[in-house]
């Protein structure tokens, strides 16, 4: 206050952990100032370039800088005020300061995918959206939690915030543990606070570290993706009713956005969902025109609400690229976050990754082309790809128990026993499934009632489209025995390909084929696309009139096609299923 600090100023704090920091930033925030943490161990100068790209923005100064005792100043030519509890002295009487819920509260500094880091600046009514969202999800009270990484990254806001609005404490583990170890494993040993909040990283480790907690009744996951075999692999390591959370947000939707409680019976997929909105938050998935997409589709998850940032500091072409109109609600806006998801049943959200090149390093966001940038700078590079690949990590293929299906298939998970999603959704249904489509006995009890009713040259009439499907339905008529005639409808379109696949199988199996055809194409095709938006039903209307004809013509009673239910209902009978709709007839 003394320095003149205030409203419309942006204050920077080397966010050590320790006890200063947290008093530095209640300090700025009393100003009405907006603060910005930045990470001590960060090499010096990237440090620069965050306050060189901070100084350039519309606030109205950025400093002095913050440097809580201990700590190094990012730069001895920058103005810098050290912070030591000793010798902190209140002003005569608290700061009178006039803000609104639309001022900043705090900037943090993410990778950029332009080559240098950007800043996202948070307002006051977003923070407090999620804090107090998150009091009555985390606390029934007051609520001890465990500071143990960078407050230079949006994780740590719930480890700092959350413990102070509800009377609780704030338990903070230095930069390095006993012994130079990792400090999650110090927070797991210590078991003095009852919420810790970590990435999927942090838990792998604590799955390494031999003992057991007791007070630690809280786990909230944050920052990559939560596999399910990483909960698993912890689950005997704290209290039978631990409550364990998989809270999903980028920076720019203010720390947290949907979350999904772990239920160790439900949850048998290979990743975690990440659930459900928070409070006062819209999620949309689209696709590339912008248009919601239906169940089990994956598209770009797009957040609107009160958690939504101002923007990006100092980049306005990326804030207008990102932070866009709200289609669905007017007058609001939508972060576009890049992240891919799909809609599960019961309204849950699946995280199925990036549609660009960012990347998860043990939660902290990193764009490849922030790397790539920083290497071409070298004079003896003339440029660079980064890949992305975890030490160790196996990256084979994977394949389904079952079906086969491999895991790197868009539209797929695997569950616990490598079983594909696919496969377990069919297993809901497969009583239904196999008395609809029927089974290969009760083909073979037809095909034995064809031959022996048979009066004339052929047993059956196959409708050959020379595809896979009508390829292998032809050549299994034949091995059972029968003799088709294969009809094949010319509608003035179909591939050269096609003809010379049909050419073969006929000649392979011995049979006899005709073509067939109508002077009309052209009329049903445009009836067909004025009556049904396709051109598919008047091509099987053609097909099955032209077939009973030439069927009646050489007195053969059965037609067999290679078009199965499943294909001619494909676009309906999921659906049907689903509310129980089976019988055959009906459908």
């Known amino acids: 206050v003394r320095r003149g600090v205030g409203r419309g100023d942006l204050v920077p704090i080397m966010a050590a952990r320790c006890a200063e920091t947290i008093v530095a930033i209640l300090a700025v925030l009393r100003t009405g100032a907006a ?31 913050l440097v809580p005792a201990g700590s190094a100043a990012p730069d001895s030519a920058i103005d810098c005020l050290h912070v030591a509890l000793g010798d902190v002295v209140p002003p005569d009487s608290p700061p009178d300061t006039a803000r ?46 465990a500071l143990h990484t960078t ?36 927070v797991f040993r210590a078991d003095d606070v009852d919420a810790v909040k970590l990435t999927p990283a942090h838990l792998q480790l604590i799955a390494q570290v031999p003992g057991r907690a007791r007070r630690i009744r809280t786990l909230i996951l944050g920052g990559e993706d939560l596999k399910s075999a990483t909960v698993r692999g912890v689950l005997d390591r704290f209290p039978a009713n631990t409550r364990i959370f998989n809270e999903y947000g980028p920076t720019e939707a203010t720390v947290g956005c949907m979350i999904h409680e772990y239920n160790a019976t439900r949850d048998q997929w290979a990743s975690v969902p990440i659930g459900k909105p928070i409070a006062n938050t819209s999620i949309y998935l689209v696709n590339e025109s912008n248009q919601p997409v239906p169940e089990g589709v994956i598209g770009e998850i797009c957040i609107g609400g009160a958690g939504v940032a101002r923007g990006y500091l100092t980049q306005t072409d990326e804030s207008a690229d990102k932070f866009v109109a709200n289609p669905f609600a007017g007058g609001a806006r939508l972060y576009r976050s890049g992240d891919l998801g799909r809609w599960s049943r019961g309204a849950r959200l699946e995280y199925l990754g990036r549609r660009d090149e960012q990347t998860k390093i043990r939660g902290v ?51 616990t026993r490598g079983v594909c999603s696919l496969c377990v959704a069919f297993d809901r249904f497969r009583e239904q499934a196999q008395r609809y489509f029927r089974t290969p006995d009760d083909f073979a009890a037809l095909a034995a009632a064809m031959e022996k009713g048979n009066s004339g040259q052929y047993d059956c009439l196959a409708l050959f489209s020379g595809g896979k499907d009508s390829t292998y339905m032809l050549y299994k008529l034949v091995e059972t025995g029968l003799k088709p005639l ?102």
């Open 365 to 415: 966001r990193v764009e490849a082309a922030e790397v790539q940038a920083a290497i071409r700078q070298h004079a003896g590079v003339t440029d660079s790809v980064v890949i992305v690949a975890e030490r160790g990590a196996r990256r084979d293929v994977e394949f389904c128990e079952l079906c086969g299906i491999p895991s790197n298939h868009p539209d797929v998970q695997f569950d």
């Open 35 to 65: 603060y910005l943490p930045l990470n001590p161990r960060e090499p010096p100068l990237r440090l620069s370039r965050i306050l060189a790209d901070a100084s350039r923005s519309p606030f109205r100064r950025v400093q002095p800088v």
């Open 100 to 145: 609104t819920e639309n001022d900043a509260a705090y900037v943090i500094y993410t990778s950029g995918s332009t080559g240098s880091p950007k800043g996202v600046v948070v307002e006051h009514r977003s923070i407090a959206n999620y804090l107090l969202w998150a009091r009555g999800q985390y606390a029934a009270g007051p609520v001890d939690f």
């Open 151 to 186: 407050p230079a990254v949006d994780l740590t806001l719930t480890s700092i915030f959350l413990p102070l609005i509800t009377g609780g404490r704030v338990r903070i583990f230095g930069e390095e543990g006993d012994g130079g170890e990792i400090p999650i494993i110090d």
């Open 486 to 587: 294969a009809f094949t409808l010319d509608n003035g379109h179909i591939s050269e390909g096609a003809k010379a696949n049909i050419a073969r199988a006929v000649a392979d199996l011995g049979i006899d084929h005709t073509y067939g055809s109508t002077p009309h194409m052209p009329e049903i095709f445009a009836d067909s696309l004025a009556r049904y938006s396709n051109v598919c039903n008047g091509c099987f209307k053609t097909i099955y009139t032209l077939s009973v004809n030439l069927a009646r013509e050489h007195d053969i009673g059965h037609i067999v096609t290679g078009l199965s239910r499943g294909q001619i209902f494909e676009t309906r009978l999921h659906d049907l299923f689903r509310f129980r709709i089976f019988d055959s007839a009906t459908i």
